[in-house]
């Protein structure tokens, strides 16, 4: 394989997209939603996550984004373990309930204690147990590498899909 050196330097002090626009156009990109769910001593704790993906086959790792001003994040990064639950198409509750920066995450759900000590959320299509074994720090989110301790294929439903703002459109 041959590596291409650039012959120009690229200019980084022109105007960079900003917020709004990134997020437009990130936006026609599809992609999986998750919750992200951990277990510390103030109990459980997750978040909606729709930054997820495979890093290796071996060793088995994955990774998710997390923003650096949420409140979940730093209870899971302290408790050193994880769940990724994977939502299905039909699951748009769970998706608006750990995507709120408000309001019970928990409080009424069928939840299970994975034998990992994590959150174990009812009915997802796959659970990726996982404890963290790094992170990056990107702008304002953390990229955080996991090592995957076991994987739970639950069901072969149609995935949640994120696309231009919207949800649920994985039918």
Not at 89 to 107: E, N, T, V, W
Not at 113 to 136: C, G, N, Q, Y
Not at 151 to 165: K, N, W
């Amino acid at each position: 394989m041959q590596t291409r050196t650039p012959t120009r330097d690229i200019d980084y002090t022109s105007e960079l997209p900003g917020p709004d626009e990134m997020r437009r156009a990130m936006g026609r990109f599809a992609s999986g939603v998750t919750v992200v769910t951990g277990l510390d001593e103030d109990g459980p704790t997750g978040f909606a996550c729709q930054s997820f993906a495979s890093v290796s086959l071996e060793p088995p790792l994955v990774l998710f984004c997390a923003d650096h001003r949420g409140r979940a994040w730093p209870r899971i990064r302290r408790a050193g373990r994880f769940t990724v639950n994977v939502l299905g198409a039909g699951q748009s509750d769970l998706c608006a309930r750990f995507g709120s920066s408000r309001g019970p995450k928990f409080d009424g759900l069928d939840w299970e204690l994975s034998r990992w000590d994590t959150p174990s959320l009812p009915d997802v299509l796959l659970r990726v147990h996982a404890s963290v074994e790094d992170v990056h720090v990107a702008g304002d989110h953390d990229v955080v590498i996991g090592r995957v301790a076991e994987l739970e294929c639950l069901a072969d439903d149609g995935p949640m899909v994120f696309y231009r703002g919207g949800f649920d459109l994985g039918r």
